[in-house]
């Protein structure tokens, strides 16, 4: 089933001499469950193309379906409750609030839509996350990994239509990658969650199911075989 349709999507920045063109006529489509990795070289508009995805940014043209939605005919308002409910994002550098607990900040999403959320929900999660003895941590207290880790928990918390993880590993040793990597594509298996992650390591990317390559604004391959 189709949860992400991506139609003649264009970024532009600029005009005259300083005119920038971040993505140019980009079309692909997402099956729900699918795990795909977004790779290019640094400048290659892969992030642009994935804070549109996420309704961060707004298109200079063409449009983007999540769950059989045009999100960029949402006003601002409601294409803010549209991230915060449909959209997961996982950052490089976590952006988890520091005067907050791992579970306050996992379960954020939801405290700031006014929902809540059952204990046993909760203690699921943190078993997932392999942090039940760090819930009432705060994250200067946590390792890069488990910062990492509580941050993907505050993304799946809300089982939104997309996980957006942005070089999820960028900040990582090689065991902590190793382990986020390992959560994310247990999530993708076992809660068929759809997961769109940007990464530079091709041996990272080739855990996916999927590879697109950018460059220059433009897809250049897409295929299914991770090789």
Known sequence: MEILRVENLGKVYGKGETKVTALDNVSFKVNKGE?????G?????KSTLLHLIGGV??????KVFVDGKDIYKLNDDKLAIFRRRQVGFIYQFYN???????VENITLPLSLD??????EKINEMLRLLGLEKRKNHLPNELSGGEQQRTSIGRALITN???ILADEPTGNLDSKASEEVIALLMKSNKEYNQTILMITHNMEIAKCADRIIKIADGKIVEDSYESV
């Open 35 to 39: 795990f795909v990795a977004i790779v």
């Open 41 to 45: 070289a640094s400048g290659s508009g």
């Open 160 to 162: 939104p239509a997309l």
């Open 57 to 62: 940014d707004r298109p200079t043209s063409g």
């Open 114 to 119: 006014k929902r809540s959320v059952s204990d």
């Open 96 to 102: 988890l609030l520091p005067i907050l607990n791992v």
